[in-house]
């Protein structure tokens, strides 16, 4: 089992900035404003062989919205 300080090293050798990150990745921030706004990529595709797939997930969109809201803060 490692030690706590082997763990720390590791974490903190291996760590990056968000933005580090980012820069290094330029398709992720997109992606990530694109999951954030609800369009998964995998959820989208899935669109196209739905009859009236975009109504559908604008309809689950605001169910998950109105149960998000009705969570305690």
């Known amino acids: ?9 590791l974490q903190n050798k291996n760590s990056q900035s968000a933005i580090e990150l980012l820069m290094t990745r330029p ?8 999951a954030h706004m ?12 739905l009859e ?3 109504q559908a ?3 689950v969109d605001r169910i998950i919205d109105s ?5 305690p803060s």
């Open 67 to 71: 149960c998000a809201s009705s969570l």
């Open 52 to 54: 009236q797939g975009m």
């Open 1 to 9: 089992m490692p030690t706590a300080d082997f763990l720390t090293g």
């Open 38 to 49: 609800g369009n998964y990529g995998v959820i989208l595709s899935l669109l196209g062989c």
């Open 27 to 34: 398709t992720l921030l997109d992606n990530l404003r694109k």
């Open 57 to 59: 997930k604008r309809l």
